[in-house]
Structure formats: C-alpha cells, structure tokens
C-alpha cells in the first residue's frame, strides 16, 4: 500500500530553519506531484509548497513564498521542505501529499489523494 512518512519537524525558535522529509513507497514516486500541506487546529489545510514529477514546476503559497523551498529526489523517493526564517504562524502540523502529474495542476489542493501522517512544527517567539 501507499505509505508517504514525514520526518524534520520540532521546535525551533523564530528565525530558525527546519528541513522536512517525506520518504514514499507503494507508488510510482516519479509519476506524481508531490505537495507540503500544513494545518492548524479549526483551521483548512493549506497547500504551502508543491512540485512537478520532474521537479520542473513549483507552486508557493504566498505565505511562504521566498523561506520555504521545496525539492525531489526521484531516486531516493523522497520530498523535501526546507523552511527558513520560520514565524510563530508557521506552527502547525505538516503533511506531505501525492498528486497530479500534470505541472499545471500541481497547485490544485482537491487532486492530492494520498497522506502521510503528519509532522509537527512548532516555532516559538
């Protein structure tokens, strides 16, 4: 079955970076869009980061625009988000997500059908 695993997170304080990891298996890694989503309790989960299949096309939330990156390695099956001049509103639970191969969808958060089980990242003030 489809497992994605989430790894990285913790407590940092403002100003500080994280890197995060998503290791895939039980898919075709390279034939899906990977995306970083985050939640905060009451609150929708936000689509942060996403990349092509090839890594060719990312998508920024405008939050995160300019401190997050997102990154591949289809060798290793695995997705990243390095997190720079983290805030206190970047608190929340983050999760990693398998998508839509096609670039241009990639920020359509509804085409996201499988979860890893999420990773918390707490950044103090």
């Known amino acids: 079955q489809v497992q994605l695993v989430e790894s990285g997170g913790g407590l940092v304080q403002a100003g500080g970076s994280l890197r995060l990891s998503c290791a895939a298996s039980?898919?075709?890694?390279?034939?899906?869009?990977m995306g970083w989503f985050r939640q905060t309790p009451g609150k929708e989960r936000e689509l942060v980061a996403a990349?092509?299949?090839?890594?060719?096309?990312?998508y920024y939330a405008d939050s995160v625009k300019g401190r997050f990156t997102i990154s591949r390695d289809n060798a290793k099956n695995t997705v990243y988000l390095q997190m720079n001049s983290l805030k206190p509103e970047d608190t929340a639970a983050y999760y990693c997500?398998?998508?839509?191969?096609?670039?241009?969808?990639?920020?359509?958060?509804?085409?996201?059908?499988?979860w890893g089980q999420g990773t918390q990242v707490t950044v103090s003030s």
């Open positions: 997500a398998a998508g839509p191969l096609r670039p241009e969808f990639i920020s359509s958060a509804p085409l996201y059908d499988y």
């Open positions: 039980g898919l075709t890694f390279s034939s899906h869009g």
């Open positions: 990349i092509s299949w090839s890594g060719g096309t990312r």
